[in-house]
């Protein structure tokens, strides 16, 4: 079946620092979806991706679908204390008439820590 | 009520007892899924109902009994669970053949004893 890499599994930084984390598949997607999951909480999510290269904005948060359709990037920008959480990237590949081709792949998350 | 909602929040249960954990979703959507989320593991699909059809059981044991009376409502039933069951247990639900992806409920923190 289809697996998702993603990098890092965690990361520190310090309040104001950029974050960047991706995600690689083995097989295509033609969507590509980013969640954030607070702690006790479920994921929420943050951006969704339909087209190979796509950049796409959500204030300080910016992510792109690879061109190969086999990748995906989120960067954060000026990061704050709230920023904490975890980071899942998720893999759809909509239109297929198999069973479950609606269903979504996830990664293993990047759990990401600010210090103030 | 507006997205996913899961009730209890909370749940604490020996292993003898017999529990359920109820989610309803106010989005319209056709679709529901039950994950488990263990500390420091990935999201684990367990079961997958598809316009109340059960589409998807992923070797999830027996002691977990999935129920799915209509599009809005899914439930859990638990039974005779272990400790390493406890876990948190998140709902979604989804529109198949829309964008979107999934709408998470906020989970049920599960502690077995």
């Known amino acids: 079946g289809q697996q998702l890499n993603q990098s890092p599994q965690s990361m520190f930084i310090q309040e104001g620092e950029d974050v960047s984390m991706n995600c690689t598949s083995s097989?295509?997607?033609?969507?590509w979806l980013w969640y954030k999951q607070d702690p006790g909480e479920g994921p929420v999510l943050l951006i969704a991706l339909y087209k190979a290269g796509e950049l796409t904005s959500n204030g300080r948060l910016t992510a792109q679908f690879g061109i190969t359709r086999k990748d995906s990037f989120l960067n954060i920008s000026a990061s704050i204390p709230s920023d904490v959480g975890i980071y899942f990237c998720?893999?759809?590949?909509?239109?297929?008439?198999?069973?479950?081709?609606?269903?979504?792949?996830f990664g293993k998350g990047t759990k990401l820590s600010v210090i103030p | 009520e507006t997205g996913v909602t899961q009730t209890p929040r909370h749940l604490v249960m020996g292993m003898t007892n017999k529990k359920s954990l109820k989610c309803e979703q106010h989005?319209?959507?056709?679709?529901m899924y039950w994950y488990k989320q263990s500390a420091k593991k990935p999201l684990e699909l367990m079961f997958v109902y598809n316009f109340k059809e059960q589409t998807e059981n992923n070797s999830v044991p027996s002691r977990f009994s999935p129920e799915c009376p209509n599009s809005s409502h899914l439930f859990l039933h638990l039974h005779t669970l272990q400790p390493e069951d406890s876990a948190l247990y998140l709902c979604a639900s989804s529109q198949v053949g829309g964008d979107y992806g999934y709408t998470f409920g906020s989970g049920t923190r599960l502690t077995v004893v």
């Open positions: 097989s295509i997607f033609n969507t």
């Open positions: 998720a893999g759809q590949l909509r239109g297929n008439s198999g069973a479950g081709s609606y269903q979504l792949t």
């Open positions: 989005l319209g959507h056709n679709a």
